[in-house]
């Protein structure tokens, strides 16, 4: 194998010549040979057992070159490519030059490679971080939740009424039949949730246990096809009628919820794991803003692959989470009427950031010479053993080092960004809208009719941002879900 020629192209494209040798294509020929004899039928001879030159003196020297290509391409367009050390990010697409003859061949393979990056500014940058607050309002809305959670359910001796469960048989007539889906034994119904067709729990409003009752109801036009808009009645049984107990906000209260003995210490801590909370979230906002920017400053041709390879790790990424709440993807894509095509193109944009950002992340570990030791990884691994509860040797078995090594690697690049990184107190949200308004009347004026076509962008881009939401990107498994796939 010869590299003939290697150029660069546009949009990190490199176009590779190669010629396949006489030796090397005459033992790629007899690899095709051994592969195909024994479908090739020599009168004379059992299948399999035809000599080579048989065979090529019946058929013609050429054929078994097709094959032989086949065999000899993979081999040379390797080695072609450590050579001349090239970082492919997709597959070759990948043309003769000229025919194959007995002393070789030769191919053009044009294939995508990792692009060169030029970072912008990516210290000192500035960006909004929200000042965390905690009020009391915010603390009785949590120790409202604790309280729900505690919640119990009682039986009462009264007539149903809204914000009561009550526990009941129906099933429901249309044309005086039965319908499919209609009946149920011992369901739990909470009065006011608007769980059921409009109109039906206000009816089992006033009901005792023991009662029966038949209920008219309609259903509305957009419901299921067979009984969008019908008039049906439901048969109704009450067995039980139950009152939410809720608990005294008390000392007491704070002991059975807690570690405290009083309520004001439980609303002390409730305020510190909001405000630890929001912390949380303020600063990873800020560092997603600031990343944002280095993404954007970098300047780099990028290969529609990397593209195209991320918006489909995000649509696989968003049918496992499709799975995993219950829903099969294909009939998730039957019930949408959203095709793969179509998630695989709403996904490009999100994608197009996510490379920017892995491109300007990997430019930042470059320019700064951050690497990780020993020590860091195996620190970083004991942290992942304590979060999982697991044994520090099991959780190596499941994550190798290479992988930890560029999570560390990773966050101490993201992090020589957001330590440089100015914060500033974001604009009042009545400032922002004004200027909004401002802006959207300023275009209205200056473009006319251009205007429906921004709205169409930026709707499309919503699309867009709300897939790269359900689809997020996945660079590296946890240990439970290995764990989870061995098992």
């Known amino acids: 194998m010869s590299v003939k020629s290697c150029e660069k192209i546009e949009k990190s494209q490199v176009a590779l010549t190669i010629e396949v040798g006489a030796a090397e294509f005459q033992a790629a020929i007899e690899k095709a040979y051994q592969k195909m004899r024994r479908k090739i039928n020599v009168p004379g001879f ?264 991320q918006a489909r790790q995000f649509v696989e990424n968003f049918k496992v989470q499709i799975g995993q709440q219950g829903i099969p993807y294909d009939q998730y894509a039957q019930m949408t009427g959203i095709s793969e095509a179509k998630l695989l193109e709403d996904a490009k944009e999100p994608a197009l950031r996510q490379v920017r950002m892995d491109l300007a992340l990997a430019a930042v570990i470059k320019a700064e010479n951050i690497e990780a030791s020993d020590e860091e990884v195996e620190d970083e691994f004991k942290k992942l053993a304590e979060q999982y509860g697991m044994d520090l040797e099991m959780v190596k078995k499941y994550i190798q080092a290479d992988q930890v090594k560029d999570q560390v690697v990773s966050r101490k690049a993201v992090a020589v960004v957001v330590d440089s990184a100015v914060a500033v107190k974001p604009e009042k949200k009545a400032a922002k809208k004004a200027a909004k308004k401002a802006e959207d009347k300023t275009e209205e004026a200056a473009e006319g009719e251009e205007k429906p076509k921004k709205t169409a962008k930026k709707a499309a881009k919503k699309a867009a941002d709300g897939e790269e939401k359900t689809a997020k990107k996945t660079a590296k498994k946890t240990v439970k879900e290995e764990k989870k796939e061995e098992e």
């Open 46 to 309: 059992r299948p399999g057992k035809a000599p080579r030159k048989i065979i090529e003196g019946m058929y013609g020297a050429e054929v078994f070159f097709e094959e032989a290509i086949n065999i000899a391409f993979p081999d040379a367009y390797e080695e072609a490519v450590k050579e001349r050390e090239l970082q492919p990010v997709g597959y070759p697409a990948v043309e003769m030059v000229g025919d194959a003859t007995r002393e070789g061949f030769t191919f053009k393979a044009t294939v995508p490679v990792y692009p060169e990056v030029v970072l912008g500014e990516y210290k000192g940058l500035t960006a909004e971080k929200e000042e965390v607050k905690v009020t009391a309002a915010d603390v009785e809305e949590r120790l409202k939740q604790l309280s729900d959670r505690n919640t119990r359910l009682v039986s009462v001796e009264r007539e149903a009424k809204e914000g009561d469960t009550a526990v009941i048989d129906f099933e429901g007539f249309l044309d005086g039949k039965p319908f499919d889906g209609g009946k149920g034994e011992n369901h739990s119904l909470e009065l006011g949730s608007h769980s059921f067709v409009p109109g039906f729990e206000e009816q089992v409003v006033g009901m005792k246990a023991g009662e029966e009752k038949e209920i008219d109801v309609t259903f509305p036009e957009d419901y299921h096809a067979d009984l969008a808009g019908k008039a049906v009645v439901f048969k109704v049984k009450c067995h039980e009628v139950k009152e939410k107990e809720v608990p005294e906000m008390d000392d007491e209260f704070a002991k059975d919820v807690s570690e405290f003995d009083t309520m004001k210490e439980l609303k002390a801590d409730l305020k510190k794991k909001i405000a630890e909370e929001r912390q949380k979230t303020a600063d990873r906002e800020f560092e997603d803003a600031v990343m944002s920017k280095v993404a954007e400053g970098i300047t780099a041709e990028i290969p529609d692959a990397m593209v195209e390879n």
